[in-house]
C-alpha cells in the first residue's frame, strides 16, 4: 500500500484490460466525490440525530434526566468530525489526490462517535434509571 493510505482494487477477469493496454488509476476526483458524499450523509444523519434527540426532550416525549448531554455530545461530534473529512476529502482531490489514510480514520471515528450516541440514547431509554 502506498504510504497515503490509497489502494489500488484489482481489476475483475472480465473487466480486464485488453493485452498491451495499460491499466489507469481511478480518477481522484470521482474517489473524492464519493468520500464526499459519504461525509456529506454522515453529517445529516449526526444532525438529524442530534436535532431529533432535542426536539423529543422539548416535546417531553423523551425524559432521559441528566444524562442528556452525552448523546447529544456524541452526535455533535460525529457531525463535527464528518464535515472535517469532508474538508479533507475536498481538500486532497484541489491537489489532485485521492483520499488517503487520515480520511479513513477520521470516517472510522464519526461512524464510532454516531453509533455510540445511538446506543447511548437506547442504553438510557432502556436502562429504566431516568
Known amino acids: 500500500m502506498p504510504p497515503d ?3 489500488t482494487l484489482p481489476a475483475a477477469e472480465t473487466d480486464a484490460a ?3 493496454a495499460v491499466s489507469t488509476p481511478p480518477d481522484p476526483l470521482g474517489l473524492a466525490q464519493l468520500w464526499a458524499d459519504h461525509f456529506q450523509h454522515l453529517t445529516t444523519l449526526s ?3 442530534g436535532g431529533g434527540l432535542l426536539i423529543l426532550l422539548e416535546a417531553r416525549i423523551l425524559d432521559l434526566g441528566d444524562r442528556w448531554w452525552l ?3 456524541l452526535f455533535v ?3 463535527v468530525l464528518a464535515m472535517h473529512g469532508q474538508i479533507m476529502a475536498v481538500d486532497d482531490a484541489t491537489r489532485g489526490q485521492a483520499p ?3 480520511a479513513r480514520h477520521i470516517r472510522s471515528a464519526a461512524l464510532a462517535a454516531l453509533g ?3 446506543g447511548a440514547v437506547v442504553g438510557i431509554v432502556t436502562s429504566g434509571n431516568v
Do not use: N
Request: charge should be positive.
Open 77 to 79: 461530534v460525529s457531525a
Open 47 to 49: 444532525v438529524a440525530g
Open 18 to 20: 485488453p493485452e498491451g
Open 71 to 73: 448523546p447529544l455530545a
Open 116 to 118: 455510540a450516541a445511538s
Open 5 to 7: 493510505g490509497t489502494t
Open 100 to 102: 488517503g489514510r487520515k
